[in-house]
């Protein structure tokens, strides 16, 4: 099964700064690119838990004793880990967003490239697809989830032009909503606007803000100190609250200062924000949007 290359695979694992015998969680296992290059810098006593939520992403497991794949929503990661007797780790990488193999395999619905009825869910099982949120979701919820997550200033106008269509029959293929969507599609940047489309309906489907707000929070108990947060993110509201949980350890606001006017914060930041290089651009697309911040938890 085709999944790429892994985004970044270098400078992320360089950035969980391996210790041998140490105990690692990669909450994006996907096709396994980062996992393995984890497991080669392992020594035969330390393990690698990994999660991944899709069940296609089981074929891809990794023959090692070292190594565990857990098939669940890494939002969970804290519950599950203590079912294998895990409650503390040295290291936790995420690369979030959409693995490659979601993009190419037409059926789930990711990708504007393909006709496909609509998806875009990450655990197959899951209830909610973008289906349900197109066809199903009254005019408000629908603006606020273009406008949240697709940072589409239009957000008002695309949600009416979507209720009124489905008026006249379900909006049920990829096809059929980019016809409804034209008028909002000028020519030359079709492709940008139809992205940040599908980014706020995916988002929703998958709850990936919450996920990662939850996600985020139980890694400050998770992390034994001078443990390695090295985490990718690949649009502004995910590296938004990353950020700013680094800095803080909130998502917003600022954290109290005590009496002496120095604030108690769970993370500091290990060197600066690391992007791909044109390079690595050239070789996988999809790196373009990448970025790589890595914290170390005090």
């Known amino acids: 099964m085709n999944y790429h290359n892994p985004v970044l695979l270098k400078e992320t694992v360089d950035g969980l700064n391996i210790q041998p015998n140490g105990v690692y969680v990669d909450v994006t296992f996907g096709g396994g690119g980062h996992s393995r290059e984890i497991l080669k810098r392992l020594g035969p006593e330390g393990k690698l838990y990994a999660f991944d939520q899709d069940k296609d992403a089981l074929e891809n497991a990794i023959d090692d004793d070292r190594f565990t794949l857990i098939n669940e929503n890494f939002r969970f990661i804290k519950r599950f880990l203590r079912f294998h007797g895990v409650r503390k780790v040295d290291g936790i990488l995420g690369d979030f967003g959409v693995s490659s193999h979601q993009f190419d395999v037409a059926e789930r619905g990711f990708s504007t490239r393909f006709e496909s009825r609509l998806d875009m869910r990450m655990n197959q099982q899951s209830n909610l697809s973008a289906f349900e949120v197109v066809n199903q979701y009254e005019e408000k919820q629908l603006r606020d989830v273009l406008y949240n ?20 029959g379900e909006i049920a293929t990829s096809e059929r909503l980019k016809e409804v969507l034209q008028p909002f599609l000028p020519a030359g940047r079709e492709h940008k606007v139809l992205a940040q489309v599908y980014q706020a309906i995916r988002i929703e489907v998958n709850q990936e803000i919450e996920v990662l707000k939850e996600f985020l929070l139980q890694t400050e108990d998770l992390l034994k100190p001078g443990g390695r947060l090295s985490l990718i993110s690949y649009h502004s509201l995910e590296d938004r609250l990353v950020k700013r949980y680094i800095r803080s350890g909130m998502f917003e ?46």
Not at 149 to 168: D, F, Q, W
Not at 269 to 286: A, F, M
């Open 253 to 298: 606001g600022e954290p109290e200062k005590d009496f002496y006017g120095n604030i108690s914060v769970p993370f500091k930041k290990v060197g600066k924000l690391i992007v791909p290089t044109s390079e690595e651009i050239k070789q996988n697309n999809r790196a373009r949007s990448a970025k790589l911040r890595v914290a170390e938890r005090i």
């Open 149 to 168: 997550y697709g940072e589409l200033r239009n957000a008002p106008k695309i949600a009416r032009t979507i209720v009124s269509a489905r008026k006249e």
